[in-house]
């Protein structure tokens, strides 16, 4: 099951780096989320977009900031993190709310490390 | 806002036994309920949902079932095998809703021993 990619799959950074993470999808969903996963946790949403267009940003970090390009790409700016900001990052997408259907489905994550 | 609860935590079989994990919600205008699998080191896979509007659903060896008025929904694995080893993880959300977030129980941890 590849439809929802995400790069890279690894990512080691400092606390005074800069990166990104990205997330493709080729399902013709209009909504994309950005979750964050800690070990032996479930997923934590961080940010919902629909139609492109930002929904939900669950008072994250503004170290933390999302983009939207287009229906397909979501992107995630990373800067000046935390070391507890360690964890899988996981992009999902879903049929837009308020449509007959919307399972998530998610992106084999990215690992991130913050040294 | 809602809340998943979900038991039990850790929950460890014998291969060809059956498993059953159950979550409550808190909120009557939930009305979708997805289960997703995660194996180590992957992504969750949503393996099976239910809306509000039909009382169980089956899938080859896995039914989910829902009592809304109790506000519980539960996993029902049958003849489970060593790949069914996995943690488990319920979720809530209103299906149709403007925003579309899940509400995810804590997890299961299902050992399938052989």
């Known amino acids: 099951d590849t439809e929802v990619t995400q790069t890279p799959k690894h990512l080691v950074m400092g606390m005074t780096n800069k990166k990104s993470l990205k997330c493709e999808q080729h399902?013709?969903?209009?909504?994309m989320y950005w979750y964050k996963q800690k070990a032996k946790k479930p997923p934590e949403l961080m940010f919902v977009?629909?139609?492109?267009?930002?929904?939900i940003n669950e008072s994250v970090p503004s170290r933390f900031s999302p983009e939207c390009p287009n229906s397909s790409l979501l992107n995630l700016h990373l800067h000046a993190l935390q070391p507890e900001d360690s964890a899988l990052y996981l992009c999902?997408?879903?049929?837009?709310?308020?449509?007959?259907?919307?399972?998530?489905?998610f992106g084999p994550g990215t690992r991130l490390t913050v040294t | 806002g809602e809340n998943v609860e979900q038991h039990p935590s850790t929950l460890s079989v014998q291969e060809g036994d059956s498993a059953v994990i159950k979550c409550t919600y808190s909120d009557s205008a939930s009305n979708y309920f997805p289960w997703y699998k995660q194996e180590l080191g992957k992504r969750p896979q949503l393996i099976i949902d239910i809306r509000s509007n039909v009382g169980e659903k089956k899938d080859q060896r896995i039914a989910v079932t829902l009592n809304k008025t109790a506000k519980h929904f539960s996993l029902h694995i049958t003849e489970t095998q060593p790949e069914d080893s996995a943690v488990y993880f319920c979720a809530a959300s209103i299906y149709g809703g403007s925003q579309g977030n899940l509400i995810f129980g804590k997890g299961t941890k299902l050992s399938v021993k052989p």
């Open positions: 999902a997408s879903s049929q837009a709310p308020g449509t007959s259907w919307y399972g998530q489905y």
């Open positions: 977009y629909s139609y492109e267009k930002l929904s």
């Open positions: 399902m013709g969903h209009r909504a």
